[in-house]
């Protein structure tokens, strides 16, 4: 993360014109060293005038006065370095007595942009090297020199600038964190999306693409032998790879744009249910679905969980298990939806493997994500049996 330009976090008067966040425009920091270097050298003229017991200016002074812009115009490329420089020239300017005045604007500036950019040690360093320069002058030129007048007026201005640093130093931390959480905050939203994409491709494909294969295996099978069964494999592998394309291009146009036209295909919740049950006869495993408890409307977001569980859970019978049948049981508790996929097949004696597949972590995660939970377990007979508790946040 590039880091803002200290002036833009000081009061109004240190801004620039803004150019993106966080920004100054290169050519504020000439404006602002040009209109600094004006009012230290012309108001210290002045106030030379009104001080006649100072030194008067001189060449040397004028240098010295202008050490200060020269050191904001390079202030965020070489901060240490302007800070020690304005420290010097402005300790030097004391130490030869010339009068108070404009002098300390300058000062002010890269004593407040070295503590906000962090330099805490050289920025008081800096600080001590002036208040010697002053005590060096007001021993040589001051008939009171360590009056309480003489001494505390410059100490406690100098304390006051380290203290607003400080006040800008902590907004510009808390305003560099707050930036950097939302930006973690972007970037886990935008992985938990890119899981969610991939979850849903994987859930309309490799369904899809089971049955299809599933079909085709069968057509080549019965090719030579049962010619008439051929047909009705082929309409399947037809009617699978419809709703496979169809289904992807409603995902592709939800994500192509927040408001896009609403899917082509029905929206997957459990009245899909009955279609995965057909398409899965297809395949050559018989689907039964049994329905207990009271059958009513639940939250989308529970319909479409219990749909792509239902829909995975077939699609791994139909891959893996060697099933021939298969039962879905959906029973509508008070706030709990609870879902049952067993097969007949030779599953459980796989299971550590299966587990640790993208499907079954994919259902597991959906209903994670919903505060249920998912299981997966042997059945009696060697085949599988997949449980998930979905909470319906109490809707009757």
């Known amino acids: 993360m590039r880091e803002p330009d200290d002036l833009a976090w000081g009061p109004p008067w240190m801004r620039g014109p803004r150019v993106g966040a966080g920004r100054t425009h290169p050519a504020a920091r000439y404006v602002l060293a040009f209109v600094v270097a004006v009012i230290q050298v012309g108001g210290s003229f002045g106030a030379s005038h009104g001080q006649p017991d100072r030194r008067a200016l001189d060449a ?30 402005a300790s030097s300017y004391l130490a030869r007595g010339h009068a108070y005045g404009p002098v300390f604007l300058g000062l002010a500036i890269v004593l407040f942009a070295t503590v906000v950019r962090g330099h805490r040690v050289a920025a008081w360093l800096g600080a001590a090297v002036v208040l010697a320069g002053d005590a060096a002058g007001r021993l040589a030129f001051d008939s009171a020199p360590w009056s309480r007048q003489a001494v505390g007026g410059l100490l406690a201005w100098t304390l006051v600038v380290l203290a607003v640093a400080e006040v800008g130093r902590s907004w510009r931390d808390r305003a ?118 009271q059958a009513r409307a639940l939250p989308a977001a529970v319909e479409l969980a219990a749909y792509r569980i239902v829909q995975e859970a077939i699609t791994n019978i139909v891959r893996h298990a060697h099933a021939t049948r298969a039962a879905v049981t959906l029973h509508y508790g008070d706030e709990v939806l609870s879902l049952t996929i067993e097969d007949n097949g030779d599953g459980a004696a796989r299971l550590p493997n299966l587990v640790q597949g993208n499907g079954i972590s994919g259902m597991q995660e959906r209903a994670r994500a919903l505060g249920g939970e998912l299981r997966v377990e042997a059945a009696p007979g060697g085949g599988l049996r997949v449980e998930a508790d979905l909470p319906t946040g109490g809707q009757h």
Do not use: C
């Not at 040397?60 to 200060?68: C, K, S």
């Open 60 to 89: 040397l002074a004028v240098v010295l006065l202008l050490v200060a812009p020269v050191a904001i115009s390079v202030l965020r490329r070489f901060p240490l370095w302007a800070m020690g420089a304005t420290s010097l020239a």
């Open 176 to 293: 560099a964190t707050y930036r950097q959480a939302a930006r973690e905050t972007r970037l886990r939203q935008a992985g938990e999306e890119r899981l969610r994409i991939a979850q849903e491709l994987h859930d309309v494909v490799a369904h899809h693409m089971s049955l299809i294969n599933v079909q085709a295996g069968v057509a080549l099978h019965l090719a030579d032998r049962r010619p008439e069964q051929v047909e009705p494999a082929l309409v399947a592998i037809r009617d699978a790879s419809k709703e496979a394309l169809t289904e992807l291009r409603s995902l592709i146009d939800v994500l192509r744009l927040d408001g896009a036209p609403a899917p082509r295909s029905p929206v997957a919740n459990l009245a899909g249910l009955d279609d995965i049950v057909e398409r899965s006869g297809h395949a050559g495993l018989a689907v039964t679905k049994t329905v207990t408890g």
